[in-house]
Protein backbone atom coordinates (compact mmCIF):
# COMPACT_ATOMS: atom_id res chain seq x y z
CA UNK A 1 0.00 0.00 0.00
CA UNK A 2 1.59 3.22 -0.91
CA UNK A 3 2.52 5.42 1.99
CA UNK A 4 0.11 8.54 2.11
CA UNK A 5 1.92 11.73 3.22
CA UNK A 6 -0.11 13.88 5.04
CA UNK A 7 2.63 16.27 5.60
CA UNK A 8 2.41 17.29 1.58
CA UNK A 9 -1.03 18.58 2.77
CA UNK A 10 0.55 21.46 3.77
CA UNK A 11 0.57 22.51 0.32
CA UNK A 12 -2.70 24.18 0.70
CA UNK A 13 -2.48 26.44 3.41
CA UNK A 14 0.63 27.81 1.80
CA UNK A 15 -1.08 27.95 -2.09
CA UNK A 16 -1.81 31.55 -1.18
CA UNK A 17 2.10 32.25 -0.62
CA UNK A 18 3.00 30.13 -3.23
CA UNK A 19 0.49 32.45 -5.21
CA UNK A 20 1.53 35.99 -3.97
CA UNK A 21 5.45 34.70 -3.93
CA UNK A 22 5.02 34.21 -7.52
CA UNK A 23 4.30 37.35 -8.38
CA UNK A 24 7.22 38.82 -7.04
CA UNK A 25 9.53 36.15 -8.80
CA UNK A 26 8.20 37.01 -12.12
CA UNK A 27 7.61 40.37 -12.20
CA UNK A 28 11.59 40.71 -11.93
CA UNK A 29 12.48 40.03 -15.55
CA UNK A 30 12.43 42.79 -18.58
CA UNK A 31 8.64 44.04 -19.43
CA UNK A 32 9.01 42.70 -23.13
CA UNK A 33 9.29 38.82 -21.23
CA UNK A 34 5.48 39.19 -20.10
CA UNK A 35 2.21 40.73 -20.50
CA UNK A 36 1.32 42.92 -17.51
CA UNK A 37 -2.24 44.78 -17.54
CA UNK A 38 -3.85 46.30 -14.68
CA UNK A 39 -7.11 48.50 -14.04
CA UNK A 40 -10.69 48.56 -12.72
CA UNK A 41 -11.75 45.98 -15.42
CA UNK A 42 -9.26 43.99 -17.03
CA UNK A 43 -9.96 41.31 -20.25
CA UNK A 44 -7.29 39.30 -22.12
CA UNK A 45 -9.11 37.83 -25.24
CA UNK A 46 -7.32 37.92 -28.11
CA UNK A 47 -7.50 35.30 -30.48
CA UNK A 48 -4.23 34.94 -30.75
CA UNK A 49 -2.26 33.27 -28.50
CA UNK A 50 -0.33 35.82 -26.19
CA UNK A 51 3.49 34.30 -26.46
CA UNK A 52 4.23 35.20 -22.93
CA UNK A 53 3.39 35.06 -19.45
CA UNK A 54 0.22 36.83 -18.11
CA UNK A 55 0.40 39.08 -15.37
CA UNK A 56 -3.17 41.00 -14.53
CA UNK A 57 -4.67 42.79 -11.91
CA UNK A 58 -8.12 44.23 -10.90
CA UNK A 59 -11.67 44.63 -9.88
CA UNK A 60 -12.94 42.39 -12.48
CA UNK A 61 -10.63 40.03 -14.54
CA UNK A 62 -11.24 38.03 -17.40
CA UNK A 63 -8.59 35.77 -19.23
CA UNK A 64 -9.81 33.85 -22.37
CA UNK A 65 -6.89 34.36 -24.40
CA UNK A 66 -4.58 30.98 -25.09
CA UNK A 67 -1.02 31.60 -23.33
CA UNK A 68 2.17 30.28 -23.86
CA UNK A 69 3.66 30.61 -20.64
CA UNK A 70 2.19 31.34 -16.97
CA UNK A 71 -1.39 32.58 -16.19
CA UNK A 72 -0.91 35.02 -12.75
CA UNK A 73 -4.18 36.99 -11.41
CA UNK A 74 -5.21 39.10 -9.00
CA UNK A 75 -8.33 40.60 -8.00
CA UNK A 76 -11.67 40.42 -6.44
CA UNK A 77 -13.41 38.44 -9.72
CA UNK A 78 -11.63 36.57 -11.83
CA UNK A 79 -12.90 34.39 -14.67
CA UNK A 80 -10.11 32.00 -16.43
CA UNK A 81 -10.70 29.96 -19.25
CA UNK A 82 -7.45 30.28 -20.93
CA UNK A 83 -5.29 27.51 -22.26
CA UNK A 84 -1.92 28.01 -20.71
CA UNK A 85 1.39 25.94 -21.48
CA UNK A 86 2.51 26.97 -18.11
CA UNK A 87 0.67 27.12 -14.90
CA UNK A 88 -2.77 29.45 -13.32
CA UNK A 89 -2.03 31.14 -10.12
CA UNK A 90 -5.04 33.13 -9.07
CA UNK A 91 -5.95 34.86 -5.89
CA UNK A 92 -9.18 36.99 -5.38
CA UNK A 93 -12.79 36.91 -3.59
CA UNK A 94 -14.44 34.98 -6.54
CA UNK A 95 -12.52 32.65 -8.54
CA UNK A 96 -14.03 30.88 -11.74
CA UNK A 97 -11.73 28.80 -13.76
CA UNK A 98 -13.48 26.93 -16.57
CA UNK A 99 -12.46 24.93 -19.49
CA UNK A 100 -9.15 25.98 -19.06
CA UNK A 101 -5.80 23.82 -19.44
CA UNK A 102 -2.43 24.31 -17.88
CA UNK A 103 0.26 21.97 -16.26
CA UNK A 104 -0.26 23.18 -12.00
CA UNK A 105 -3.20 25.43 -10.37
CA UNK A 106 -2.17 27.09 -7.38
CA UNK A 107 -5.17 29.36 -6.09
CA UNK A 108 -6.96 30.66 -3.40
CA UNK A 109 -10.79 32.60 -3.34
CA UNK A 110 -13.18 32.82 -0.79
CA UNK A 111 -15.93 31.18 -4.09
CA UNK A 112 -14.11 28.88 -6.07
CA UNK A 113 -14.97 26.69 -9.05
CA UNK A 114 -12.13 25.18 -10.97
CA UNK A 115 -12.96 23.34 -14.06
CA UNK A 116 -10.55 21.99 -16.91
CA UNK A 117 -7.65 19.79 -18.26
CA UNK A 118 -4.55 19.85 -15.64
CA UNK A 119 -1.36 18.05 -16.06
CA UNK A 120 -0.04 18.95 -13.03
CA UNK A 121 -1.51 19.13 -9.40
CA UNK A 122 -4.13 21.59 -7.95
CA UNK A 123 -3.57 23.03 -4.69
CA UNK A 124 -6.65 25.44 -3.87
CA UNK A 125 -8.01 26.78 -0.78
CA UNK A 126 -11.53 28.99 0.30
CA UNK A 127 -14.21 29.10 1.92
CA UNK A 128 -16.48 27.03 -1.13
CA UNK A 129 -14.41 25.11 -3.60
CA UNK A 130 -16.30 23.60 -6.42
CA UNK A 131 -14.45 21.21 -8.74
CA UNK A 132 -17.20 20.77 -11.58
CA UNK A 133 -17.63 17.33 -13.68
CA UNK A 134 -14.70 16.86 -16.70
CA UNK A 135 -12.32 18.11 -15.03
CA UNK A 136 -9.13 15.71 -14.90
CA UNK A 137 -6.05 16.08 -12.87
CA UNK A 138 -2.97 14.24 -13.59
CA UNK A 139 -0.91 14.21 -10.45
CA UNK A 140 -2.14 14.67 -7.03
CA UNK A 141 -4.71 16.85 -5.66
CA UNK A 142 -4.81 19.11 -1.87
CA UNK A 143 -8.06 21.20 -1.20
CA UNK A 144 -9.23 22.60 1.91
CA UNK A 145 -12.04 24.37 2.59
CA UNK A 146 -15.46 25.02 4.37
CA UNK A 147 -17.20 23.37 2.02
CA UNK A 148 -15.44 21.57 -0.76
CA UNK A 149 -17.41 19.51 -3.68
CA UNK A 150 -15.67 17.42 -6.14
CA UNK A 151 -16.93 16.08 -9.42
CA UNK A 152 -13.69 15.23 -11.26
CA UNK A 153 -11.31 12.87 -12.36
CA UNK A 154 -8.18 13.38 -10.51
CA UNK A 155 -5.43 10.16 -11.59
CA UNK A 156 -3.16 10.44 -8.28
CA UNK A 157 -4.18 10.81 -4.90
CA UNK A 158 -6.61 13.38 -3.55
CA UNK A 159 -5.91 15.00 0.02
CA UNK A 160 -9.04 16.83 1.30
CA UNK A 161 -9.57 18.98 4.62
CA UNK A 162 -12.39 21.09 5.06
CA UNK A 163 -16.33 21.22 6.94
CA UNK A 164 -18.55 19.62 4.52
CA UNK A 165 -17.20 17.30 2.15
CA UNK A 166 -18.82 15.62 -1.03
CA UNK A 167 -17.37 13.27 -3.66
CA UNK A 168 -18.64 11.98 -6.34
CA UNK A 169 -15.91 11.78 -9.15
CA UNK A 170 -12.80 9.53 -9.58
CA UNK A 171 -9.18 8.80 -8.26
CA UNK A 172 -6.84 6.29 -9.06
CA UNK A 173 -4.88 6.57 -5.72
CA UNK A 174 -6.08 7.20 -2.24
CA UNK A 175 -8.67 9.88 -0.72
CA UNK A 176 -7.69 11.30 2.33
CA UNK A 177 -10.19 13.43 3.85
CA UNK A 178 -9.00 15.29 7.55
CA UNK A 179 -10.81 17.77 9.61
CA UNK A 180 -14.22 17.04 7.85
CA UNK A 181 -17.43 17.74 9.76
CA UNK A 182 -19.57 15.63 7.30
CA UNK A 183 -18.42 13.45 4.41
CA UNK A 184 -20.41 12.07 1.35
CA UNK A 185 -19.11 9.62 -0.86
CA UNK A 186 -22.13 10.09 -4.00
CA UNK A 187 -23.20 7.39 -5.91
CA UNK A 188 -20.94 8.09 -8.89
CA UNK A 189 -17.71 7.76 -7.12
CA UNK A 190 -14.45 6.02 -7.89
CA UNK A 191 -11.76 5.29 -5.12
CA UNK A 192 -8.84 3.61 -6.86
CA UNK A 193 -7.54 3.25 -3.71
CA UNK A 194 -8.07 3.75 0.10
CA UNK A 195 -10.63 5.80 1.37
CA UNK A 196 -9.49 7.42 5.03
CA UNK A 197 -11.13 10.05 6.52
CA UNK A 198 -11.42 11.71 9.77
CA UNK A 199 -14.71 13.39 11.01
CA UNK A 200 -16.95 13.78 13.11
CA UNK A 201 -19.33 10.95 12.23
CA UNK A 202 -19.01 7.81 9.96
CA UNK A 203 -19.68 8.91 6.56
CA UNK A 204 -22.71 8.23 4.50
CA UNK A 205 -21.49 6.42 1.38
CA UNK A 206 -24.32 6.29 -1.01
CA UNK A 207 -25.16 2.80 -3.56
CA UNK A 208 -23.07 2.76 -6.50
CA UNK A 209 -20.30 4.42 -4.80
CA UNK A 210 -16.76 2.28 -5.52
CA UNK A 211 -14.12 1.89 -3.26
CA UNK A 212 -11.22 -0.74 -4.21
CA UNK A 213 -9.18 -0.18 -1.27
CA UNK A 214 -9.79 -0.17 2.03
CA UNK A 215 -12.10 2.02 4.05
CA UNK A 216 -10.69 3.58 7.58
CA UNK A 217 -12.69 5.72 9.63
CA UNK A 218 -11.20 8.20 12.73
CA UNK A 219 -13.60 9.85 14.71
CA UNK A 220 -13.40 13.50 15.73
CA UNK A 221 -13.87 14.62 19.49
CA UNK A 222 -16.63 16.90 19.78
CA UNK A 223 -15.79 19.63 22.92
CA UNK A 224 -19.15 19.84 24.86
CA UNK A 225 -18.87 23.19 25.62
CA UNK A 226 -17.32 25.48 22.47
CA UNK A 227 -15.86 28.84 23.23
CA UNK A 228 -18.85 31.58 23.45
CA UNK A 229 -16.46 34.52 23.53
CA UNK A 230 -14.56 33.44 20.13
CA UNK A 231 -17.57 35.15 17.42
CA UNK A 232 -17.29 38.53 19.58
CA UNK A 233 -13.50 38.23 19.40
CA UNK A 234 -13.66 37.00 15.81
CA UNK A 235 -15.43 40.52 15.17
CA UNK A 236 -12.98 42.80 17.14
CA UNK A 237 -9.73 41.19 15.22
CA UNK A 238 -11.80 41.56 11.82
CA UNK A 239 -12.64 45.18 12.46
CA UNK A 240 -9.07 45.81 13.88
CA UNK A 241 -8.02 44.49 10.68
CA UNK A 242 -10.11 46.24 8.50
CA UNK A 243 -9.43 49.72 10.21
CA UNK A 244 -5.47 49.12 10.30
CA UNK A 245 -5.89 48.27 6.63
CA UNK A 246 -7.16 51.54 5.59
CA UNK A 247 -4.97 53.49 7.28
CA UNK A 248 -2.03 51.74 6.01
CA UNK A 249 -3.94 52.37 2.76
CA UNK A 250 -4.63 56.24 3.33
CA UNK A 251 -0.71 56.43 4.28
CA UNK A 252 0.20 54.99 0.95
CA UNK A 253 -1.81 57.36 -1.10
CA UNK A 254 -0.64 60.34 0.81
CA UNK A 255 3.22 59.24 0.56
CA UNK A 256 2.62 58.91 -3.16
CA UNK A 257 0.17 61.15 -4.29
CA UNK A 258 1.92 63.94 -1.90
CA UNK A 259 5.40 63.43 -1.82
CA UNK A 260 5.78 61.43 -4.91
CA UNK A 261 9.61 62.90 -5.80
CA UNK A 262 10.73 61.10 -2.17
CA UNK A 263 8.38 58.31 -2.26
CA UNK A 264 9.66 57.28 -5.98
CA UNK A 265 12.64 57.54 -4.94
CA UNK A 266 12.50 55.17 -2.35
CA UNK A 267 10.70 52.98 -4.58
CA UNK A 268 13.34 52.48 -6.79
CA UNK A 269 16.53 52.06 -4.42
CA UNK A 270 14.16 49.51 -2.70
CA UNK A 271 13.48 47.44 -6.03
CA UNK A 272 17.00 48.01 -7.68
CA UNK A 273 18.86 47.24 -4.90
CA UNK A 274 16.52 44.84 -2.99
CA UNK A 275 19.38 43.40 -1.09
CA UNK A 276 21.30 45.96 -0.65
CA UNK A 277 18.14 47.83 1.02
CA UNK A 278 17.40 44.81 3.26
CA UNK A 279 20.53 44.73 4.98
CA UNK A 280 20.97 48.09 5.64
CA UNK A 281 17.13 48.18 7.02
CA UNK A 282 18.16 45.00 9.07
CA UNK A 283 21.44 47.15 10.52
CA UNK A 284 19.60 50.27 11.46
CA UNK A 285 16.83 48.47 12.65
CA UNK A 286 18.97 46.47 15.24
CA UNK A 287 21.58 49.31 15.89
CA UNK A 288 19.49 52.49 16.47
CA UNK A 289 17.27 51.46 19.20
CA UNK A 290 20.78 50.51 20.64
CA UNK A 291 22.41 52.85 20.29
CA UNK A 292 19.45 54.91 21.85
CA UNK A 293 19.41 53.02 24.97
CA UNK A 294 23.21 53.79 25.16
CA UNK A 295 22.38 57.48 25.36
CA UNK A 296 19.73 57.03 27.59
CA UNK A 297 22.36 55.12 30.65
CA UNK A 298 25.78 56.92 29.85
CA UNK A 299 26.58 60.90 29.57
CA UNK A 300 25.15 61.45 26.17
CA UNK A 301 21.78 62.49 28.06
CA UNK A 302 18.64 61.48 28.27
CA UNK A 303 17.12 63.91 25.68
CA UNK A 304 18.99 63.07 22.72
CA UNK A 305 17.97 58.91 23.68
CA UNK A 306 14.04 60.08 23.47
CA UNK A 307 14.83 61.55 20.66
CA UNK A 308 16.57 58.67 18.96
CA UNK A 309 13.52 56.12 20.01
CA UNK A 310 10.55 58.96 18.48
CA UNK A 311 12.52 58.93 15.47
CA UNK A 312 13.08 55.47 15.14
CA UNK A 313 9.58 54.78 15.79
CA UNK A 314 8.12 57.40 13.53
CA UNK A 315 10.39 55.63 10.70
CA UNK A 316 9.18 52.27 11.44
CA UNK A 317 5.91 53.84 10.92
CA UNK A 318 6.04 54.95 7.65
CA UNK A 319 8.06 52.13 6.51
CA UNK A 320 4.51 50.19 6.69
CA UNK A 321 2.59 52.47 3.81
CA UNK A 322 5.90 52.50 2.34
CA UNK A 323 6.38 48.86 1.83
CA UNK A 324 2.54 48.23 0.42
CA UNK A 325 4.04 50.83 -2.48
CA UNK A 326 7.25 48.50 -2.85
CA UNK A 327 5.30 45.69 -3.72
CA UNK A 328 3.51 47.16 -6.02
CA UNK A 329 6.30 48.58 -7.78
CA UNK A 330 7.67 45.06 -7.78
CA UNK A 331 4.46 43.59 -9.24
CA UNK A 332 3.95 45.84 -11.83
CA UNK A 333 7.99 46.94 -12.53
CA UNK A 334 7.50 48.57 -15.55
CA UNK A 335 4.55 50.98 -14.44
CA UNK A 336 6.92 52.38 -11.28
CA UNK A 337 6.85 55.97 -12.05
CA UNK A 338 3.12 55.95 -13.02
CA UNK A 339 1.54 53.92 -10.16
CA UNK A 340 -2.31 53.88 -10.19
CA UNK A 341 -4.30 53.88 -7.17
CA UNK A 342 -5.36 50.23 -8.05
CA UNK A 343 -1.69 49.40 -7.92
CA UNK A 344 -1.12 50.85 -4.83
CA UNK A 345 -4.66 49.23 -3.16
CA UNK A 346 -3.12 45.83 -4.58
CA UNK A 347 0.03 46.08 -3.19
CA UNK A 348 -0.63 46.72 0.34
CA UNK A 349 -3.59 44.08 0.22
CA UNK A 350 -1.32 41.59 -1.13
CA UNK A 351 1.78 42.51 1.29
CA UNK A 352 -1.10 42.16 4.10
CA UNK A 353 -2.53 39.13 2.84
CA UNK A 354 1.16 37.75 2.50
CA UNK A 355 2.04 38.59 6.79
CA UNK A 356 -1.07 36.39 7.60
CA UNK A 357 0.64 33.60 6.24
CA UNK A 358 2.64 31.45 8.51
CA UNK A 359 6.78 31.51 8.18
CA UNK A 360 6.66 31.87 4.51
CA UNK A 361 4.66 34.44 4.85
CA UNK A 362 5.96 35.94 7.57
CA UNK A 363 9.48 36.46 5.58
CA UNK A 364 8.52 37.63 2.62
CA UNK A 365 6.57 40.34 4.02
CA UNK A 366 9.53 40.81 6.68
CA UNK A 367 12.08 41.24 3.39
CA UNK A 368 10.02 43.53 1.97
CA UNK A 369 9.30 45.91 4.68
CA UNK A 370 13.19 45.84 6.12
CA UNK A 371 14.09 46.28 2.04
CA UNK A 372 11.65 49.61 2.39
CA UNK A 373 12.51 50.76 5.52
CA UNK A 374 16.72 50.70 4.74
CA UNK A 375 15.62 53.00 1.24
CA UNK A 376 13.36 54.98 3.25
CA UNK A 377 16.39 55.33 6.14
CA UNK A 378 18.67 56.09 3.02
CA UNK A 379 16.80 58.76 1.40
CA UNK A 380 15.98 60.52 4.64
CA UNK A 381 19.92 60.64 5.50
CA UNK A 382 20.37 62.10 2.00
CA UNK A 383 17.96 65.33 2.60
CA UNK A 384 19.42 65.53 6.26
CA UNK A 385 22.88 65.50 4.43
CA UNK A 386 21.96 67.96 1.83
CA UNK A 387 20.33 70.43 4.21
CA UNK A 388 22.78 70.35 6.62
Known amino acids: MKKINISRFRVVGLALAATIAS ?3 Y ?3 AAHAAYFNAGRNVTVENAATVAQNVYVAGASVAVSSPVNGDVLAAGSTLYISSKASGD ?5 SNVIIQGASAQDVRV ?5 TVGGTFSGELAAAGASVTVTPGTTIAKDSYIAGASISFDGSESGSLYLAGGAVYFDGTTGGNLVIKNAKQVTIGPDAVIGGNLDYTAQASATIEPGAHI ?4 TFHQTVVKQSPDAWMGPFAVLITLWWFIKFLMMLTAAYLFWYVLRRDATEIVTRATHGFWKELLRGFVVAVALPVAAIIALITVIGMIPGIAAFLAYGLVLLVACPMAGIVTAAVIWRNRTPNLRWYHILLGVLILDIIGFIPFIGWIVALAVYLASFGALVMVLWLRIIKRA
Open 27 to 29: AVP
Open 212 to 215: AGAT
Open 88 to 92: IMAIG
Open 23 to 25: FAM
Open 108 to 112: AAANL
